[in-house]
């Protein structure tokens, strides 16, 4: 039987309509026989939801389905299929590769320089001169001092190479490359990135956090208008398919320019959009107030990158790493400047998001928030990543009302705990946070598929004490994500007066093994009342 159906009440729909007038909403649309994952479980009782004008006026069981029903609602019968608010990705980046370029990626993240030479040399031999190649590497090639602009030029000495880690801390680009970009100086005092230099002062073609931002934001900007909708679209098409109804979006485009083609894309998703500058505070000019462009765009908060990550070392940590004496990474920007971009925040009434690896950092941030004056819950101050926190900082990021937005796909490297970190020293807290009573929510920040991440949340190979059920992580993908972005009252869960972001799942991820989560997928998907996607194959 075809699970979608009209509902006409025949003879009695004037009857019908006149009771459920008289006391609820008629729905446009009605979702039953589903089992209803609310306030952390799913519903003993109640399995239908009452949809009007893009609102959930109804939670409640079969039986009292006359009482929203009209001779114009639709019924989709979801035969106890799961139903959970629609997942909000809370940490996102839509548009960040450049354009006009050859890409050359591998079967791994972490390829070594055998094998970045090697593609190196066979694109060479068949691009023409002067093409642009855009080479994805991990941890183990920026990890090489010997990979430098003097190596890359004598594999291309006329084609611009430009090596970029995965996940976004540390590219190695050759001469050709710096020089097409206009790197040639030192960048200025707080500008937040690091151009590494030989014994003579020149440069050596490794640079590290808002020293290639910069540069990759200038080439990101080159693509047209066609391909960056084009990109929106596509990736907004994929995560329908997930039951992904928000995303909290930080781009690389110039911000203006990037709410103009947001619109224009109209994509089926809702969207935060947050401005990520790329230069200091003094120089930049597009941070706007939070608004409310139309009902699925909204812009808010302001995002600022302090440290790298464990991997190249560059997450500031208050002991030396393991692998490295003497060296505890660094902070992006001064305490001094930390303390300018709160006060800015305080007067812009903005919500600020702070890319925070290290312990030292996020030490650092909560020292200049204590010396202000002001209720910094209110501003819902965010870290993203937060993996420094130890137990010194548990209760001061409490009382200031932190927020943690983690990314379970980091927590899988095993390494950063066994080779960067001195034992014992504390990382990647995620069930401790929630002991805590720290506010948590989850993004992606890698991979889309939020089952997948899901179960990484549940296995943290990092550390596996950690590690949380997958009934909790779907409430940080839901209710905890909408917290992060000011938007509980309306978004995250199953509840009358709340929006109608929902998705139906292929499977009950409650109910099946850990290792099947990854292969979960939507059958509906309902953002703002509407029908966003539906799978017709696997909904019947």
């Known amino acids: 039987m075809r699970a979608i159906v009209w509902f006409i009440l025949g003879l009695n729909a004037t009857l019908f309509i006149s009771s459920a007038q008289s006391d609820t909403h008629p729905a446009d649309l009605i979702i039953t026989n589903g089992s209803l994952f609310v306030s952390g479980e799913v519903h003993p009782t109640h399995d239908s939801i009452a949809i009007h004008n893009g609102i959930i006026v109804g939670v409640f069981e079969n039986k009292d389905i006359q009482q929203y029903t009209s001779a114009m609602t639709r019924i989709i019968d979801v035969e106890s299929k799961l139903v959970i608010p ?69 594999l291309a000495p006329q084609h611009p190479v430009w090596l970029a880690t995965y ?23 707080n500008d937040g990135g690091f151009y590494e230099q030989d014994t003579k002062g020149a440069l050596t073609g490794r640079l590290y956090e808002y020293a290639h931002w910069v540069p990759k934001a200038t080439m990101v900007n080159q693509l047209s208008d066609e391909v960056i909708i084009d990109q929106l679209k596509t990736q907004a098409e994929r995560a329908i398919k997930f039951g992904i109804t928000s995303w909290h979006d930080m781009p690389m485009l110039k911000f203006d320019r990037y709410l103009q083609l947001l619109e224009q894309a109209k994509l089926p998703v809702r969207v935060t959009a947050i401005p990520m500058p790329h230069i200091s505070v003094a120089k930049n000019t597009y941070l706007p107030s939070a608004k409310t462009i139309n009902p699925k765009i909204i812009v808010q908060g302001e995002k600022w990158i302090l440290d790298g990550t464990p991997i190249e070392r560059g997450a500031a940590l208050s002991v030396d790493y393991l692998d490295q004496p003497n060296w505890r990474g660094r902070i992006n920007f001064s305490a001094d400047y930390i303390g300018k971009l709160l006060d800015g925040v305080i007067e812009r009434n903005s919500q600020p998001l702070f890319h925070i690896s290290g312990d030292r950092t996020l030490a650092t941030l909560l020292t200049e928030m204590e010396k202000r004056d002001v209720n910094w819950p209110d501003y819902r101050v965010r870290i993203e990543h937060g993996d420094g926190f130890n ?10 009302g932190i927020i943690v937005v983690q990314n379970p796909s980091h927590f899988m490297n095993k390494a950063i705990g066994t080779q960067r970190l001195p034992k014992n020293h504390p990382f990647m807290y995620f069930k401790t946070l929630i002991d805590h009573n720290i506010a948590l929510a989850i993004g992606s920040d890698g991979p889309m598929n939020p089952y997948l991440n899901m179960m990484f949340a549940r296995i943290h190979a990092a550390r596996p004490e950690e590690g949380i059920d997958v009934a909790s992580a779907l409430q940080l993908y839901t209710s905890g994500s909408a917290y992060a972005g000011k938007q509980e009252a309306q978004l995250g869960q199953i509840k009358t007066g709340m929006q109608a972001d929902l998705a139906v799942l292929s499977q009950n991820i409650l109910e099946v093994p850990l290792e099947e989560l990854p292969n979960t997928t939507s059958v509906l998907t309902i953002v703002n009342g509407e029908i966003a996607y539906v799978d017709d194959d696997k909904l019947n």
């Open 86 to 154: 629609g997942i909000i990705d809370a940490h996102h980046h839509s548009i960040m590769s450049p354009g006009n370029i050859k890409r050359l990626s591998f079967d791994t993240l972490n390829p070594t320089k055998h094998q970045v030479a090697t593609a190196i040399k066979d694109a060479v031999a068949k691009t023409a001169k002067g093409t642009w190649l855009y080479v994805s590497i991990g941890g183990r090639v920026i990890d090489d001092a010997s990979i430098n602009a003097a190596f890359l030029d004598a």
């Open 391 to 400: 137990a010194a900082l548990l209760q001061r990021a409490k009382k200031q």
């Open 167 to 189: 996940y976004g801390h540390g590219d190695v680009m050759n001469s050709l490359a710096m020089n097409g970009l206009n790197i040639g100086a030192l960048p200025e005092a």
